[in-house]
C-alpha cells in the first residue's frame, strides 16, 4: 500500500466510529467541553454532579474555564455512559458541546453479520467499543492497513485510541452513539501474560483484580474476565515476574491455576498514525 | 402600639432588609441575577449591613443606626427552577431622638421573603460567555414580630436578565411588590436594579481551580405608589472561588424623595456565599 493510500486510511479511519450504549474497553480518560461557565463559582455545580457518575475518578476532575474543556480521570474496568455525562451537565446548568474519550484495549476485526467490524476490546469481559469502518470504505482495505507491518498473523493489538462521542441519526435517544476516531497509536509493551484464575464470583472480583494488578510497576495493562476465570497482563518488561503477579492475585484471595507468556516480539506491532 | 414613625422605620427596615435573590456568581451583590444553582444545589448567603439613616420630618429629628443580618437559602429544584428564602433579622436598631435628647435600641425580625425563580431563555455562546433571562415570583410573609413586621402577605413579581460576557457582565430587573394592607399602609413598591460588574484578576482563565477577583457599580432604585423614591448608587467588590465568594458593598443615595421614611445616609455591606 503506497503511502497516499496509507493516509487516506487514516482519514477514513479518522471519520469512523459506532459506540453502542454503554460501553467499556478501558475508558481512561473523558473530556467535555462545556459553554457557559462564566466564572469559578460555576465550576463546582458542574463537577458536583459529573462526580456522582459511577466511573468517575473524582480527585482528578480538572476544569479550565477559558477553554471550556474539563478533564475526567476514570476508573480502570468501569463502564462508560455519554447519556449520563449530558444529563449531568444538563442538570448544573450548563451546555454540554462534545465528549472526548481516550480509551486503551485490544483491536479486533470481527465479522458482525455482513459486516466486519473494528473493535476495542477488553477480551476479558468482551465488553467493548466499536469502530465500525465508513459503509464507503474498503474495510478490509482499513484492517490491513492496520496490520500493514506488523508480522503474525490476525491477533489481538493492545492500543489506545482517542475519539469524540456523537449522537447517532436518532439523536442518541436510543443510546446509541458514534466514536468519530481522532487518534490512535499502539501501546507498546513487553510481554502479554495469559492466567487462568479461581475463585471469581462476580465482576467485582474482576475489577478488582485488574485495579491490583495495574497497581503493579511492571503491568501497562490487564483485564480479567470473572466468568472464564481469564487474566490478561500485559508488561512492559519482556520478563515479566510472574510471581510477583500470581502473589498479587493470591493477596487478593484467589488462587493462579496457570500462566503463560507470549513475548512482543512473537506478536510485532507497527503501527500507522 | 405602633407610631407613625415606627411605622415608617420598619418600611425602611425592610427596603433596606430586601437582600437581592442571590444565586452564583457573576452575580451582584445588591441586585438580582438570572444564575441558578445546579438540580440539588444549596446555596448559603449570610449578609450584614449597617445602616445610618435620619428622619426630620413631621417634627421628628431622628438619628437610625441599625445593624442587620440576612440569611438566604438558594436551593435547585432543577436546573431551571430555584426557590429562595431570605429571614432578615434587625440585630440592632438604635434610634436617636435629637428633639429629647432619648434613645432607643431594639432587634426583631422582619419579615420573610420567598421566591421562586425559573429560567425562561438561556444562551451559552462560549465556554465563558452566557445570556439568561429568569422570571421571579414569590412573597413577603410575616414574621409575626411586634416592630418589624407587617401584618399581611405581600405578593411579588418581576424578572431579571444577565449576560456574562468575557471579564464584563451586566444584570438589569424589575420587581413589583403589591401591598395587600389597606389604607395608607398598603403602598405598593416597584424595585429596579442595574449592575455592571468587571473580573480585575485573572484577564484568563487558565487554571483548573481559578479565583478571581472583580469590581461592581450597580443603581439600585426604589419607588413607591406614596410617591417616595431613592436611587443608591453602589460600588462593591467580590472575591470568588469555586466554594464561596465574599464581597463587600457601600450604597450611597444619588437620588431620594422621602416623605413617609427616613433617609438612609450610607449602608455597608458585608457577606459571603457558600455552595454545597
Known amino acids: 500500500m503506497t503511502r497516499r493510500n496509507r493516509i487516506a486510511v487514516g482519514v477514513a479511519i479518522a471519520a469512523l466510529g459506532v459506540l453502542a450504549g454503554s460501553a467499556v474497553a478501558d475508558v481512561e480518560q473523558v473530556r467535555l467541553k462545556i459553554d457557559g461557565m462564566s466564572c469559578p463559582f460555576c465550576i463546582h455545580n458542574m463537577e458536583k454532579r459529573v462526580k456522582k457518575i459511577e466511573g468517575v475518578e473524582p480527585k482528578g476532575i480538572e476544569s479550565i474555564l477559558k477553554t471550556g474543556i474539563t478533564t475526567i480521570p476514570w476508573k480502570g474496568g468501569q463502564s462508560f ?9 444538563a442538570d448544573s446548568g450548563f451546555t454540554l458541546r462534545t465528549i472526548d474519550v481516550v480509551v486503551k484495549g485490544v483491536a479486533r476485526m470481527e465479522r458482525v453479520e455482513d459486516v466486519h467490524v473494528l473493535k476495542i476490546v477488553d477480551p476479558g469481559t468482551k465488553q467493548a467499543f466499536l469502530l465500525a469502518p465508513d459503509a464507503r470504505a474498503d474495510r478490509r482495505q482499513v484492517w490491513d492497513s492496520l496490520m500493514a507491518r506488523s508480522k503474525g498473523s490476525e ?20 443510546g446509541s452513539w458514534h466514536l468519530v476516531l481522532t487518534g490512535w497509536a499502539p501501546v507498546q509493551f513487553g510481554a502479554q501474560v495469559d492466567l487462568e484464575v479461581q475463585g471469581f464470583v462476580c465482576e467485582n472480583c474482576s475489577t478488582g483484580t485488574m485495579q491490583g494488578l495495574e497497581g503493579l510497576d511492571d503491568v501497562i495493562h490487564a483485564q480479567a474476565n470473572h466468568q472464564t476465570g481469564r487474566v490478561l497482563v500485559w508488561t512492559a518488561s519482556a520478563s515479566p515476574d510472574t510471581d510477583a503477579l500470581r502473589t498479587k492475585i493470591e493477596a487478593l484471595g484467589f488462587t493462579v491455576t496457570h500462566a503463560h507468556v507470549d513475548r512482543s516480539d512473537e506478536h510485532a506491532d507497527v503501527w500507522i498514525n | 402600639m405602633r407610631t407613625q414613625t415606627t411605622a415608617a422605620l420598619v418600611a425602611a427596615l425592610a427596603v433596606v432588609l430586601a437582600a437581592s435573590a442571590p444565586a452564583r456568581a457573576q452575580a451582584p451583590i445588591n441586585s438580582n441575577v438570572a444564575l441558578q444553582p445546579a438540580k440539588g444545589g ?24 441599625l445593624v442587620t443580618s440576612a440569611t438566604t437559602l438558594v436551593y435547585g429544584i432543577t436546573d431551571r427552577f430555584t426557590v429562595l428564602l431570605t429571614t432578615p433579622v434587625a440585630l440592632s436598631r438604635r434610634i436617636q431622638n435629637n428633639s429629647t435628647g432619648t434613645s432607643d435600641t431594639d432587634s426583631g425580625v422582619a419579615d420573610l421573603t420567598a421566591l421562586a425563580k425559573l429560567r425562561l431563555y438561556r444562551n451559552d455562546s462560549t465556554p465563558t460567555n452566557t445570556a439568561r433571562f429568569d422570571v421571579l415570583l414569590g412573597a413577603e410573609i410575616p414574621s409575626g414580630d411586634d416592630v418589624f413586621s407587617s401584618d399581611t402577605v405581600d405578593p411579588i413579581v418581576g424578572g431579571v436578565y444577565t449576560i456574562a460576557y468575557g471579564r464584563h457582565a451586566l444584570s438589569a430587573d424589575l420587581l413589583w411588590k403589591f401591598n395587600t394592607a389597606g389604607g395608607a399602609a398598603g403602598t405598593d413598591a416597584m424595585r429596579y436594579d442595574a449592575a455592571y460588574s468587571f473580573r480585575l484578576a485573572p484577564a484568563e482563565y487558565l487554571t483548573p481551580n481559578p479565583t478571581a477577583w472583580f469590581a461592581l457599580i450597580e443603581l439600585n ?14 460600588p462593591g467588590v467580590q472575591y470568588v472561588t469555586k466554594r464561596w465568594i465574599g464581597e463587600a458593598t457601600i450604597q450611597l443615595p444619588a437620588w431620594q424623595n422621602l416623605d413617609h421614611r427616613p433617609e438612609a445616609e450610607y449602608v455597608i455591606g458585608l457577606s459571603v456565599r457558600v455552595q454545597f
Open chain 1, 81 to 89: 455512559s455519554p447519556a449520563s455525562l449530558r444529563q449531568a451537565v
Open chain 2, 42 to 65: 444549596l446555596i448559603i448567603r449570610q449578609q450584614f449591613r449597617y445602616t445610618r439613616a435620619d428622619f426630620d420630618k413631621n417634627g421628628a429629628n431622628l438619628d437610625i443606626q
Open chain 2, 221 to 234: 432604585g426604589r419607588y413607591e405608589t406614596n410617591a417616595d423614591s431613592e436611587v443608591f448608587l453602589s
Open chain 1, 155 to 174: 491477533s489481538a493489538r493492545l492500543v489506545r485510541v482517542q475519539g469524540r462521542v456523537e449522537p447517532d441519526a436518532k439523536g442518541g435517544s436510543d
